[in-house]
């Protein structure tokens, strides 16, 4: 089936430090998502991208939606404690389909 | 607004069983998918409805299946459950019309011994 490849699988930072993750795939995707998912909680929407190019932001958060639309990047600026969880990017191959196919997830770790 | 409902939060059962799992989408929200997330093959796509009507299924067997009601709430269900079933089960939904913002809600996990 489809898979996203998404790297780094973890990651251990230091607070204030800069976060940089991205996803790749064979395919080509007409959206993007990048979700985090905190411990016993469902993933939480952090930016949604449409269009081959685009960058978008959210807060400390930004995000590309790769020229070739087979892959896509999240930086997260001034890292702080709450940015732990696991984020993960999404991909929807088909237009008004609710079918995402979703990378393995980036794990971050912050050490205050 | 309050966000996707599931219930119930933490199951657990035995092999062979049944379950019912319970879903109550965002207000307004008329799509619903289930996913199922495990540690060793992460977040999976189950199936999605819309209308009460089942759009997209992904590659589980007939054991897995759902529903959608008049009121978007949706259900899903696994018979004669196996070790393997345990996991946790996402739900989302979302606006039909427009983008496609999938809104989670927090999972019912199941176990099953």
């Known amino acids: 089936g489809q898979q996203l490849n998404q790297s780094p699988q973890s990651m251990f930072i230091q607070e204030g430090e800069d976060v940089s993750m991205n996803c790749t795939s064979s395919?080509?995707?007409?959206?993007w998502l990048w979700y985090k998912q905190e411990p016993g909680e469902g993933p939480v929407l952090l930016i949604a991208?449409?269009?081959?190019?685009e960058l978008t932001s959210n807060g400390r958060l930004t995000a590309q939606f790769g020229i070739t639309r087979k892959d896509s990047f999240l930086n997260i600026s001034a890292s702080i404690p709450s940015d732990v969880g696991i984020y993960f990017c999404a991909g929807q191959l088909v237009q008004g389909a609710q079918k995402l196919v979703f990378g393995q997830g980036t794990r971050l770790t912050i050490n205050p | 607004k309050a966000g996707v409902t599931q219930t119930p939060r933490y199951l657990i059962k035995t092999r062979g069983q049944q379950v019912t799992l319970s879903c109550s989408p965002i207000s307004g929200h008329r799509s619903v998918s289930w996913y199922q997330q495990t540690p060793g093959q992460g977040l999976q796509f189950l199936f999605e409805?819309?209308?009460?009507?089942?759009?997209n299924k992904g590659n589980f067997p007939g054991r897995f299946s759902g529903r959608q009601f008049s009121n978007s709430r949706s259900e899903m269900n696994v018979s004669t459950l196996e070790l393997g079933d345990s996991a946790l089960y996402l739900c989302?939904?979302?606006?039909?019309?427009?983008?496609?913002?999938?809104?989670f809600g927090s999972g019912t996990q199941l176990s099953v011994l």
């Open positions: 989302a939904s979302s606006l039909w019309q427009g983008r496609e913002k999938l809104f």
């Open positions: 395919s080509i995707f007409n959206t």
């Open positions: 991208l449409y269009k081959a190019g």
């Open positions: 409805y819309f209308s009460e009507t089942q759009r």
